[in-house]
């Protein structure tokens, strides 16, 4: 992957542009999860439907590696995903860079 490390720092200037700030980790997959949902802003979340987005956001992410599969929406609006394979990264760093990869990909 061609400088990764500057296309990450770049994911990351374009989101601070648009947000006022850098979102961590678990804000980037909630806007992610958002995005995904297609919904109107304004709405409020509880916390369980904010975990529900950030995992919405991890299966859109992994999906463009192969690992789930879209399987459709829900009468409520909800995206669902079938996971295919599962990712062979076996530390907490590696499912870190792997997100990153899959992150700046998604915003590119």
């Not at 958002?34 to 904010?50: A, D, H, M, W, Y």
């Not at 995903?81 to 590119?108: D, H």
Request: charged share 30%.
């Amino acid at each position: 992957m061609e400088n990764f490390e500057q296309r990450w720092i770049d994911t990351e200037t374009m989101l601070r542009e648009r947000f006022g700030k850098l979102p961590d980790m678990e804000g980037i997959l909630f806007l992610i999860g958002i995005n995904e949902l297609g919904e109107v802003p304004g709405r409020k979340f509880s916390k369980e439907q904010k975990q529900d987005l950030m995992h919405i956001a991890v299966c859109k992410l992994l999906s463009q590696r192969g690992y789930y599969e879209f399987e459709g929406i829900d009468g409520d609006g909800w995206p669902h995903y079938m996971m295919v394979k599962k990712p062979e990264v076996e530390n907490m760093a590696g499912q870190e860079r792997m997100l990153k990869e899959c992150i700046v990909e998604y915003f590119s």
